[in-house]
Nanobody, 124 residues
Framework: QVRLVESGGGLVQPGGSKRLSCAAS????????IAWFRQAPGKEREGISC????????YYAESVKGRFTISRDNAKNEVYLQMNSLKPEDTAVYYC?????????????????WGQGIQVTVSS
């Protein structure tokens, strides 16, 4: 059974950093693209990053480019989202997801499997 579990969320001050983890079970991450999404209160879900294993390309939304970095540890079967220079507008529930493809579609493309989501709050 495919399962994704996010961890690492919480409260952080503006300008701070956080690293989210996404642990996979039921399948090996190293064969599939993994995406990160977020949904802020009152807003639509936004695709923010994706790692394509077919060619090793990383994709980022303009809202996070230069501040967020996606990475993976195949040995641990985990994917990470390093978030730096955080802003209050980054406050959202963050989700990892996969469509069990080796490549990324457009960032907002629907995914087949989702984690439960984790809250990140950026506030002083």
């Amino acid at each position: 059974q495919v399962r994704l579990v996010e961890s690492g969320g919480g409260l952080v001050q503006p300008g701070g950093s956080k690293r989210l983890s996404c642990a996979a079970s039921g399948f090996r991450l190293d064969g599939y693209a993994i995406a990160w999404f977020r949904q802020a209160p009152g807003k639509e879900r936004e695709g923010i990053s994706c790692f394509s294993v077919s060619d090793g390309t990383e994709y980022y939304a303009e809202s996070v480019k230069g501040r967020f970095t996606i990475s993976r540890d195949n040995a641990k079967n985990e994917v990470y989202l390093q978030m730096n220079s955080l802003k209050p507008e980054d406050t959202a529930v963050y989700y990892c997801a996969t469509d069990l493809r080796s490549y990324c579609l457009e960032l907002d493309a629907p995914q087949m499997y989702w984690g439960q989501g984790i809250q990140v709050t950026v506030s002083s």
